[in-house]
């Protein structure tokens, strides 16, 4: 089974380049399904996530093309299938996003159930929710949900929770809706913004993505267009987290300043420099880092997607830190092996108290989830001796070339194929 060792690091440094946003793709692609005609997408990272989106797709009917520079073209102007079979599902959650452009395309869509993952049970009671409110019929059953409506209507959907992705499954179910949708206490994260720009490209016409009410007026067709995807937060916030963990001073481009807030915030408050620029940040740490606490939240709250290395960072601050995740209900299981590598935390339901201790220790350690793999890299950085990280292909579905990006920073790095 292939492993990634990290040996304890020098304080990382040099310029590192993000790559385009995995949460922004996933949806961006299956969106693809709604165009009569052939979509160009630029900035897409090689990650197993796009591969198996992009399965997903295949497999429904489309024709994609992968051309040199990240770019992609999708045709799906000969769909002609309306199901996504188990064996592609519990490869990835987010092949549930084919749900809406199916149902908005076929009027109807048969999709495997997803079914929870390491950090929580993740229902999608909100998306079908969403679809019932539009007309569809729902019935679940044998492991499959499946929705079918004559059309579509558009009405007012209030989300009980701002789900990201039941946001965006029905935001592109109301594409072609007829009539007006309103989604109520939606979610406001720059990905969905990502998506409507690009649908809105195709033709549709969405007004607030980006803010809690998203209306979407019906069209009759969507049309090909071109899009590149926005930058990934979630990776840049990791290398700007990895710099300041090592005492670093590291410049990473393709980063946007305004959807980094909640990490920028969140590191200054530690004591870490970080100037920002028009598209790249730099974050210099030169003098350790302090505790501090940290709530997810729906965006602009602090990500839950960074909570696992700013756990990873705060282990080995100046001080005791508390760590509440409100978003999922289970997303603690770095803890226990940043604890088996020298971590000072407790866990208390959906708590975490960590007191930074002066150092962590190399042990071998097993990557739950995708970002407790990152944390785990990044506390490998600084842990005396060496680190040897199990189950990294949780890693690969959300990072474009982790070693390579960080060997270049000069981390001490490498995979092994044993
Ligand atoms: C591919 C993608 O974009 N993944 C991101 C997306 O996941 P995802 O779209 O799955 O996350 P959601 O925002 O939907 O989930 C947030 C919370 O809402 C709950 N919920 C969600 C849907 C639903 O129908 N019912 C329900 O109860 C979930 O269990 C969870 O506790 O947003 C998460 C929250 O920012 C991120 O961590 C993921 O990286
Ligand atoms: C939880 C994540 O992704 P997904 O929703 O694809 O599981 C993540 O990117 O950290």
Redesign the pocket.
């Known amino acids: 089974m292939a492993k990634i060792i990290v040996e304890k690091s020098a304080p990382l440094k040099g310029t590192v380049r993000v790559s385009g946003a995995?949460?922004s793709v996933?949806p961006i692609i299956a969106a693809s399904l709604l165009a009569q005609e052939h979509c160009t997408l630029e900035d897409i990272p090689e990650l197993k996530d796009v591969e198996v989106i992009c399965e997903v797709l295949t497999s429904i009917g489309s024709d994609i093309k992968k051309k040199p520079n990240g770019i992609i073209e999708i045709n799906s102007s000969r769909i002609d299938n309306f199901e996504a079979p188990y064996e592609l599902v519990r490869k990835m959650?987010?092949s549930f996003l084919v749900m809406g452009p199916l149902l908005a395309r076929m009027g109807r869509a048969r999709i495997a159930l997803p079914g929870g993952c390491a950090i929580?049970?993740?229902?999608?009671?909100?998306?079908l929710k969403g679809f019932h409110a539009l007309g569809a019929k729902i019935d679940v059953g044998h492991g499959y949900v499946e929705a079918s409506a004559e059309k579509l209507v558009g009405d007012k959907i209030y989300l009980d929770?701002p789900?990201?992705?039941?946001t965006e499954n029905i935001m592109m179910a109301a594409t072609m809706a007829e009539g007006i949708t309103i989604i109520q206490n939606a979610?406001e994260?720059p990905?969905i913004v990502d998506l409507a720009n690009y649908l809105n490209g195709m033709g549709a016409q969405i007004k607030g993505a980006g803010t809690d009410t998203i209306r979407i007026q019906g069209v009759q067709a969507l049309k090909g267009t071109r899009h590149a995807v926005i930058p990934d937060r979630v990776e840049a916030g990791t290398y700007m987290v990895a710099a300041a963990m090592t005492g670093g001073d590291v410049t990473v481009l393709n980063a946007l300043p305004d959807h980094l807030k909640p990490i920028i915030a969140k590191l200054k408050e530690c004591g870490v420099e970080v100037q920002e620029n028009g598209d790249h940040v730099r974050v210099r740490a030169l003098n350790g880092v302090n505790s501090t606490d940290i709530k997810t939240l729906?965006y602009p709250g602090f990500?839950?997607?960074m909570q696992a290395q700013f756990m990873a960072m705060l282990s080995i601050a100046k001080g005791t830190s508390v760590v509440i995740e409100t978003?999922?209900?289970n997303r603690f299981m770095h803890a226990g092996e940043l604890k088996r590598m020298g971590a000072d935390i407790k866990i208390e339901g959906r708590s975490a108290v960590v007191q930074g201790v002066d150092k962590l220790q190399g042990a071998q350690v097993t990557a739950t989830d995708l970002r407790a793999g990152a944390a785990l890299i990044l506390a490998g950085l600084i842990a005396d001796g060496k680190t040897e990280i199990g189950d990294i292909y949780h890693i690969e579905r959300g990072y474009v070339g982790i070693e390579d990006k960080l060997r270049q920073l000069g981390a001490k790095i490498y995979r092994s194929e044993d």
Do not use: Q
Request: no cysteine.
């Open positions: 995995k949460n996933l959650r987010a929580g049970t993740r229902p999608i009671d909100l998306h929770f789900s990201v992705g039941a979610a994260e990905e729906p990500p839950t997607d978003v999922f209900e």
